[in-house]
């Protein structure tokens, strides 16, 4: 089996055991989630199930999506002793390619030399048509508005979660720490908000 195989053999059941996990955590806190989204709750579940979950299932999930985006390369048969192998080991894992590619090149055939030059490219300039670079640009900007709209209102709800808790420290002012930390606290969510914003 390739590494690549086994990564996404790895990676499958990662994604398998985190997405049923999330399916329970979700079932098992199901009143939880539902008076935080009606506002009748302020307990933190959803945001801490998304960080100890969804995150984790979106991140193998990209992981997935990018080795099975890449092109398998062929190694060398493993029974032949004469084809010198190249290792790289990353972070704990071995990589082998050949040093000789030729076998991959050699059914390459390039096309003829045309008398006009090709076009003139500009250095960071992409090859692309304007509708298809508008669409790409159009999607990325979509995608970042609807994470920074969801971080958004997650730090609001945090916002509204931080101010009665901080309503509550004066009233008692038991410790006077808490109160600078939550004003603290309070602070930096509306700073990464108007940056959110701002973007």
């Known amino acids: 089996m390739s590494d690549r195989a086994r990564a996404i053999e790895v990676l499958t059941a990662a994604r398998d055991e985190l997405a049923r996990r ?3 955590r ?6 939880e989630l539902l008076d935080e989204a009606r506002g009748d709750s302020y307990g933190g579940e959803i945001d801490a199930i998304h960080d100890q979950l969804a995150a984790r299932l ?9 080795i099975l985006s890449l092109p398998e390369i062929p190694g060398p048969p493993a029974d032949d002793p004469h ?5 790289v080991t990353t ?21 003829a030399a045309s008398a006009e030059p090709p076009p003139a ?3 960071g300039e992409l090859p692309m048509s304007p509708g298809l ?5 159009q999607q990325r900007s979509r995608a970042m508005d609807k994470k920074a709209k969801k971080r958004i209102d997650l730090l609001n709800a945090k916002l509204q979660t931080l101010r009665q808790q901080l309503s509550g420290a004066r009233r008692q002012m038991d410790d006077p720490d808490e109160v600078k930390r939550l004003e603290h606290d309070i602070a930096a969510a509306e700073a990464e908000i ?6």
């Open 22 to 24: 999330l399916v329970e």
């Open 26 to 31: 979700v079932v098992d806190a199901a009143p």
């Open 58 to 66: 979106a991140s193998v999930n990209a992981m997935l999506s990018q």
């Open 83 to 87: 084809v010198e192998v190249h290792r």
């Open 91 to 111: 972070a704990g894992v071995t990589f082998e390619a050949p040093l000789s590619l030729t076998n991959v090149f050699a059914e390459t055939t390039l096309p």
């Open 121 to 123: 490219i500009e250095p």
């Open 133 to 137: 670079t508008a669409g790409i640009h």
């Open 194 to 199: 108007a940056r959110l914003k701002a973007e």
